[in-house]
Structures are given as structure tokens and as C-alpha cells.
């Protein structure tokens, strides 16, 4: 388990753009064993200059994968879903992702 919290905001002139926004990402792996694993790793975002009822993006889910070799090179590959439980007006319900990484 851990985490990543970041948060990047403008500092520039008056022709820059002006944003605050922030990222939280908790995450959590559990090894089942033989390779296969569930996870969660849910990526909150927040735009501090949004309305109040916009600032907030929160998924709540997760998911499973497996690591496995293709000849000698390791894999790893996972699918995971979200329910937005808190979300801008314009963003969609639900988000899901897919991940295929060679390890080296």
C-alpha cells in the first residue's frame, strides 16, 4: 500500500493561465498468489478553481490482474472499474482501466 499527492498550481503573469488543481492516488495490492493479485488505485482529482459543486473528482472501485511471462519477458496486466461517488456536473459516472506493462 501507499500513496501520491501532488498538487500544481500557476504561478506565472497575468497571461498565463490560472489553475489549482490537486491529485491524490491511495493505492492498495493484495498478492492472492500464482501471480494473480486485486487492487485499488482510485485517482482523486480536485480543480480548486472550479465552482464549488465542481471542484471534487472521487472514484470508488478496483479491480484484479495477473503477472505472467511471455517467453522470458515478464507481464503484468490488469483491469480495473470506478463509480464517481462525487464528480464535476460534465464528467461521466463511471471509469475503467486497462494496463499492460512489460517489466524490465
Partial sequence: M???INNTWSVGGSSDPD???MLIQPFVNYNLGQGWYVVTAPIMTSNWKAPSSDTWTVPLGGGG???FRIGKQPVNVNIQVYYNVAKPTLAGDW???FQVQFLF
Avoid: F, H
Fill in 2 to 4: 501507499g500513496g501520491l
Fill in 19 to 21: 489553475y489549482n488543481q
Fill in 65 to 67: 490482474g495477473k503477472v
Fill in 95 to 97: 471509469s475503467s482501466r
